[in-house]
């Protein structure tokens, strides 16, 4: 495997599960007997997560477009 490779694999599984366990410790929010929300604030709480799943998720497909071939 390369550097490249390696470095990689090193730092997205480490940081993959951060994300993951930062999403856990968000969804402790959810108990309504410790918290007060509304259905508003949930949306807005996901809505920001996705826009930037899909902007993270943008940044690994740029510049990977399919090329043309008729064979």
Sequence with gaps: MSAKRDAFSRLATKRTNTVIEK??????CANPYA???TEEDVKRIFS???AELRTAKARFTVGKRNQF???
């Design 35 to 37: 918290y007060e929300y």
């Design 48 to 50: 920001a997560i996705e």
């Design 23 to 28: 999403i856990r410790i968000l969804s402790n």
């Design 69 to 71: 071939t008729l064979d």
